[in-house]
């Protein structure tokens, strides 16, 4: 029986705005029917961490809550990669950036942490992925992007729920629905879920002890 594939680390970021009403909607396209990983699935822009954003710069860093979720499960420099993964990918997929006017590095103090998931150990293409969020003004430019991703725009949670969308997806939606249903001040404390296989939902592990 063949070993599983390890689970390459990665990050996706869900950029969120209102339309006039307070519905929410997100920025998402469609993957070509000729990738191996989801096709023809409507995603968020993501992919995994390349080595060099491990040491790339940033305009600022993540915020401490924000880090302090990623660091659950990711050593300090992976998490701080992860985030630099999810602004970079954001700007390869759609040609939005999170650079500010002048800058050329992303401000990472505009990701909230979502959740994490683990494709099933018998996929051939495996991630250990981690979902961020961040609101729309946050990004500027115009969507274009590399062209992986099709069909490219905003749509509601409700033209989400009927689009074709993986399990994992729907579940990552879940959780961002219950973020942004917490007041801002308690998001931080609220728990933390990682997904195993195509939904089964567990609590993330505990952040470590601070050394005294």
């Not at 274009?144 to 939606?173: D, H, K, Q, R």
């Amino acid at each position: 029986m063949p070993k599983p594939t390890y689970p390459r680390h990665a990050a996706s970021l869900i950029l969120w705005r209102e339309r006039a009403g307070g519905a929410v909607e997100i920025l998402m396209g469609l993957r070509h029917a000729g990738h191996r990983f989801m096709p023809s699935r409507l995603v968020f822009p993501g992919g995994r961490v390349d080595l060099a954003d491990r040491t790339a710069p940033a305009a600022t860093e993540l915020v401490p809550e924000t880090r302090a979720a990623l660091e659950r499960a990711a050593p300090s420099r992976l998490a701080r990669a992860l985030g630099i993964a999810a602004a970079r990918e954001l700007e390869e997929e759609t040609g939005l950036t999170l650079a500010r006017p002048g800058e050329d590095a992303p401000a990472l103090d505009v990701l909230d942490y979502v959740c994490r998931a683990v494709t099933p150990s018998f996929s051939p293409i495996r991630f250990n992925a981690r979902f961020l969020a961040a609101p729309a003004d946050a990004a500027r430019g115009t969507l274009g992007g590399c062209g992986e991703l099709e069909t490219l725009g905003w749509f509601s949670l409700e033209e989400v729920a009927t689009a074709p969308v993986a399990p994992i997806t729907a579940c990552v939606l879940t959780q961002f629905s219950s973020l942004m249903a917490l007041p801002p001040a308690v998001r931080a404390a609220r728990p933390l879920v990682r997904y195993l296989g195509f939904d089964r939902a567990l609590p993330e592990r505990e952040a470590a002890p601070a050394a005294g």
